[in-house]
């Protein structure tokens, strides 16, 4: 019998998630189901199973968090109780168990990034090989996809861009994994196709080629910036990561030392500002009235 493998789609959203799941599914993995339906945001399909999306987003709001949750306070700071992780780990594992078809599973919801840990001791518990593709854009064009949808600011944007390209990276370190660049995928699908069966060391040899074909509208790639990315922090945190990972996305080798330190940079000035902001919020707004 085939090992049974599954492929998750990790990173930041708007980064070509969907277009990556998609053509996966279209070269011979599986996809779980229900998906959630197109959008206008996303008129071919979010490609992601709305059961992993309920999961996550239950317990992500019982921890007051969302996707939109700039902090860390998830990745260290909050204490779980053993309850808890055991409760949502089996949550995951019977999801994962419940929507494997075949030896080939690929899963995109994007708050996995941030809660990877309970996902893959999910996986190990289903006697699932996990695996990893972590789609890379450039960071003002991902800044620019989330003001078209949501109205998101460039400061939360570069802020959330950070954040999960960082947890995406570094939580996939004992895995396969392998980096693809958005705009590489859309120019030539086939080859990054190849480096991904490669690097994982799946069957991605059934591929519908009508079907890719008819789903690779040029106009999916309705954001475009080049040159160095806005580093909205003061410092090169995000420009750095890009060009670092941009690189691992052309097969050169990631200097993970310079990313720990990028990261550890981050996580400092993250835990400063957002405990500045919760002290204040405790404040009243005239000391003297």
Request: aromatic residues 10%; glycine residues 6%.
């Given at each position: 019998?085939?090992?049974?493998?599954?492929?998750?789609?990790?990173?930041?959203?708007?980064?070509?998630?969907?277009?990556?799941?998609?053509?996966?599914?279209?070269?011979?993995?599986?996809?779980?189901?229900?998906?959630?339906?197109?959008?206008?945001?996303?008129?071919?399909?979010?490609?992601?199973?709305?059961?992993?999306?309920?999961?996550?987003?239950?317990?992500?709001?019982?921890?007051?968090?969302?996707?939109?949750?700039?902090?860390?306070?998830?990745?260290?700071?909050?204490?779980?109780?053993?309850?808890?992780?055991?409760?949502?780990?089996?949550?995951?594992?019977?999801?994962?168990?419940?929507?494997?078809?075949?030896?080939?599973?690929?899963?995109?919801?994007?708050?996995?990034?941030?809660?990877?840990?309970?996902?893959?001791?999910?996986?190990?518990?289903?006697?699932?090989?996990?695996?990893?593709?972590?789609?890379?854009?450039?960071?003002?064009?991902?800044?620019?996809?989330?003001?078209?949808?949501?109205?998101?600011?460039?400061?939360?944007?570069?802020?959330?861009?950070?954040?999960?390209?960082?947890?995406?990276?570094?939580?996939?370190?004992?895995?396969?994994?392998?980096?693809?660049?958005?705009?590489?995928?859309?120019?030539?699908?086939?080859?990054?196709?190849?480096?991904?069966?490669?690097?994982?060391?799946?069957?991605?040899?059934?591929?519908?080629?009508?079907?890719?074909?008819?789903?690779?509208?040029?106009?999916?790639?309705?954001?475009?910036?080049?040159?160095?990315?806005s580093d909205m922090l003061g410092q090169a945190w995000t420009s750095d990561t890009y060009i670092a990972l941009s690189a691992a996305a052309r097969d050169e080798p990631l200097n993970?030392?310079?990313?720990?330190?990028?990261?550890?940079?981050?996580?400092?000035?993250?835990?400063?500002?957002?405990?500045?902001?919760?002290?204040?919020?405790?404040?009243?707004?005239?000391?003297?009235?």
């Open positions: 019998m085939p090992e049974r493998q599954i492929i998750f789609v990790l990173g930041m959203g708007r980064s070509g998630t969907s277009a990556i799941t998609r053509i996966l599914a279209l070269c011979g993995a599986h996809l779980p189901e229900p998906l959630l339906g197109a959008s206008d945001s996303n008129l071919t399909g979010h490609w992601e199973p709305i059961d992993a999306i309920n999961i996550n987003n239950a317990f992500l709001s019982r921890h007051g968090a969302s996707w939109y949750d700039p902090t860390l306070r998830l990745q260290g700071e909050i204490a779980f109780s053993a309850q808890e992780k055991e409760a949502y780990i089996e949550q995951i594992r019977t999801f994962i168990e419940n929507s494997h078809a075949g030896s080939l599973l690929v899963i995109k919801e994007p708050r996995i990034a941030a809660l990877a840990y309970f996902w893959f001791e999910a996986s190990r518990r289903a006697s699932i090989a996990a695996k990893v593709v972590i789609p890379i854009r450039h960071p003002d064009q991902v800044a620019a996809s989330l003001a078209a949808r949501d109205g998101v600011s460039a400061e939360l944007a570069n802020v959330l861009w950070l954040k999960y390209n960082f947890m995406a990276e570094r939580c996939s370190r004992k895995l396969p994994r392998v980096f693809v660049e958005y705009v590489n995928f859309m120019s030539d699908w086939r080859k990054e196709i190849g480096r991904i069966s490669g690097r994982l060391a799946v069957d991605l040899s059934d591929a519908d080629e009508a079907a890719i074909g008819g789903f690779l509208d040029p106009d999916l790639h309705r954001q475009r910036s080049c040159g160095a990315p993970l030392q310079k990313i720990d330190a990028m990261f550890a940079a981050f996580v400092a000035c993250e835990r400063t500002f957002r405990r500045s902001l919760e002290d204040f919020s405790r404040r009243d707004l005239d000391p003297f009235l």
